[in-house]
């Protein structure tokens, strides 16, 4: 069974302060992380993508991925209370197998 | 920016009863999918769907369910005899394939109520 894991939170941060959310996979043939930001009641918006090990920066988003520990991360420099929200860490095998996993999401709280 | 479109953005229906939700994925995307989210929980994949056939479906996606895509935009997800427990949110979505890697993009979704 191909699992991703995350804290469910709430992670409250404060405005201003880098929010780190962490997600583990469990099927080593992963090859492809995603972050997606889900407002309550609404689909889930595609924040970054990842591919390679190391860091990858898109403004404000920094995701970071190990392969040989299953691990990614998404860090929010300078957060915003518009960033409150429910962050999905979502994973595929992208073979044959070209459906997305994802976990149960990490609820963001940022407090103003 | 190019968007997958759903409607209806809300479907109420009575248990037994067929519904059918519609989605038109981005226009030069290839690769199509269903998920579902029941509320609380996390997002799930029911289908993925290429080249006017199934590629894969998950355990979720039993006789009661179909897809379609009957012409060059629309692409639909019909639940022939609905139940209670089909109740969630039904997020359609794309990616354009021609490079790998890319990432699916996601429809608004239906709100699927079952009475």
């Known amino acids: 069974q191909k699992e991703v894991e995350q804290n469910s939170g709430p992670l409250s941060v404060p405005e201003g302060a880098i929010a780190s959310l962490n997600c583990t996979y469990s099927?080593?043939?992963?090859?492809?992380f995603f972050w997606y930001r889900q407002y309550s009641g609404k689909s889930p918006e595609l924040i970054m993508s990842i591919y390679s090990n190391g860091d990858k920066e898109d403004g404000r988003f920094t995701a970071q991925l190990n392969k040989a520990s299953q691990y990614v991360s998404l860090l929010i420099r300078d957060s915003q209370p518009s960033d409150s929200a429910t962050y999905l860490c979502?994973?595929?095998?992208?073979?044959?197998?070209?459906?997305?996993?994802f976990g149960k999401g990490t609820r963001l709280h940022i407090l103003p | 920016e190019p968007e997958v479109t759903q409607t209806p953005s809300h479907q109420v229906t009575q248990m037994g009863q067929e519904v059918i939700l519609r989605c038109v994925p981005i226009?030069?995307?290839?690769?199509f999918y269903w998920y579902r989210q029941i509320l609380g929980q996390k997002v799930e994949f029911l289908v993925s769907f290429y080249n006017n056939e199934i590629s894969e479906k998950s355990e979720i996606f039993d006789d009661q369910f179909s897809v379609e895509r009957p012409d060059g935009s629309n692409f639909t997800l019909k639940i022939r005899s609905t139940k209670l427990e089909d109740s969630a949110m039904y997020f359609c979505?794309?990616?354009?394939?021609?490079?790998?890697?890319?990432?699916?993009?996601f429809g608004d979704g239906t709100r699927l109520s079952i009475l």
């Open positions: 226009s030069n995307h290839l690769y």
């Open positions: 099927d080593r043939g992963s090859q492809s």
């Open positions: 979505a794309s990616r354009q394939g021609a490079i790998i890697n890319q990432p699916q993009h």
């Open positions: 979502a994973v595929n095998l992208m073979n044959r197998d070209d459906k997305i996993i």
